[in-house]
Nanobody
Framework: QVQLVESGGGLVQPGGSLRLSCVASAAFFSSYGMSWYRQAPGKQRELVATISRIGRTTYADSVKGRFTISRDNDKKMVYLQMDGLKPEDTAVYYC?????????WGQGTQVTVSS
């Protein structure tokens, strides 16, 4: 049973930055493309960013140019650097494999952007 543990969320003012981290207990972690997703209140979970096994990255249009996904295969971790945060980025952020998500969801980490 793979466990995903997200951390790094918090309350930040518009224009601020946060760095999210996710550690996965998966064997062969490096063989998975990994993604960050988010779910805002009353909305469906959406894909935010993906990093392939070889490090190729893709982003949702809404975060392109502001967010950066990265990974450390030795540590079995994936990161999301979020800059230029906006109130509409407020959500619970989750990591998982690239879509369709293959692992059970973790608890996520809350990101709130507000002045």
């Amino acid at each position: 049973q793979v466990q995903l543990v997200e951390s790094g969320g918090g309350l930040v003012q518009p224009g601020g930055s946060l760095r999210l981290s996710c550690v996965a207990s998966a064997a062969f972690f490096s063989s998975y493309g990994m993604s960050w997703y988010r779910q805002a209140p009353g909305k469906q979970r959406e894909l935010v960013a993906t990093i392939s096994r070889i490090g190729r990255t893709t982003y949702a249009d809404s975060v392109k140019g502001r967010f950066t996904i990265s990974r450390d295969n030795d540590k079995k971790m994936v990161y999301l650097q979020m800059d230029g945060l906006k109130p509409e980025d407020t959500a619970v952020y989750y990591c998982n494999t690239d879509a369709p998500a293959q692992f059970n969801w973790g608890q996520g980490t809350q990101v709130t952007v507000s002045s």
